[in-house]
T-cell receptor, first 111, second 115 residues
Framework: GEDVEQSLFLSVREGDSSVINCTYT??????LYWYKQEPGAGLQLLTY?????DMKQDQRLTVLLNKKDKHLSLRIADTQTGDSAIYFC???????????FGAGTRLTVKP | NAGVTQTPKFQVLKTGQSMTLQCAQD?????MYWYRQDPGMGLRLIYY???????DKGEVPNGYNVSRLNKREFSLRLESAAPSQTSVYFC??????????????FGPGTRLTVL
């Protein structure tokens, strides 16, 4: 079953902000990740957050974590056409090497 | 420095055929992983190897075998392919022995179709 859920599609205009949302079910999750997958390529780690943090900012990327609601979001400021890709949310439960991924959100950036 | 490489990139098999997917990393990483990616389901862990000589089952190991040939290489074998194994397979590696604290680096994937 799905431990990590994401909406499948998001479309924004170039220059706008994008917000990709993710919910997870395992309250013992320690690390939560955002990966980017471009067509024909493997996954690229964008950023990750420890579960004891609420927010992490890295240049145009902002990750927000609401641990109470088990909700993770990725905000991309000033979205560019090169940001068009599939974005995967992932979690790692405590004491487990099993990383669980969401189905991915396909972000389309229109000029 | 090529990172994580996978061969082949594409493969078509008939039901019942066998094949081995190859993965190699040149980052001197301890841990290696095999995932499958199916539409609408995200990635699921098949097997992982926390160090040379050890392998462990992940979420969906049935129908697969793995070999950690040496520190660099981790292969995935399908002994008798089934249409349900049509998927994109990703290999990954990480420096340490725990996915909890280590960043995983992914290969480009192998697209497998079983007819």
């Amino acid at each position: 079953g799905e431990d990590v859920e994401q909406s499948l599609f998001l479309s924004v205009r170039e220059g706008d902000s994008s917000v990709i949302n993710c919910t997870y079910t395992d309250s013992s999750s320690t690390y939560l990740y955002w990966y980017k997958q471009e067509p024909g390529a493997g996954l690229q780690l964008l950023t990750y957050i420890f579960s004891n943090m609420d927010m992490k900012q890295d240049q145009r990327l902002t990750v927000l974590l609401n641990k109470k609601d088990k909700h993770l979001s990725l905000r991309i400021a000033d979205t560019q056409t090169g940001d068009s890709a599939i974005y995967f949310c992932a979690e790692t439960p405590l004491n487990n090497n099993d990383m669980r991924f969401g189905a991915g959100t396909r972000l389309t950036v229109k000029p | 420095n090529a990172g994580v490489t996978q061969t082949p990139k594409f493969q078509v098999l008939k039901t019942g055929q066998s094949m081995t997917l190859q993965c190699a990393q040149d980052m001197n990483h301890n841990s290696m992983y095999w995932y499958r990616q199916d539409p609408g389901m995200g990635l699921r862990l098949i097997y992982y190897s926390a160090s040379e000589g050890t392998t462990d089952k992940g979420e969906v190991p049935n129908g697969y075998n793995v070999s950690r040939l040496n520190k660099r290489e981790f292969s995935l074998r399908l002994e008798s392919a089934a249409p349900s194994q049509t998927s994109v397979y990703f290999c990954a590696s990480s420096a340490g022995t725990s996915a909890i604290t280590d960043t995983q680096y992914f290969g480009p994937g192998t697209r497998l179709t079983v007819l």
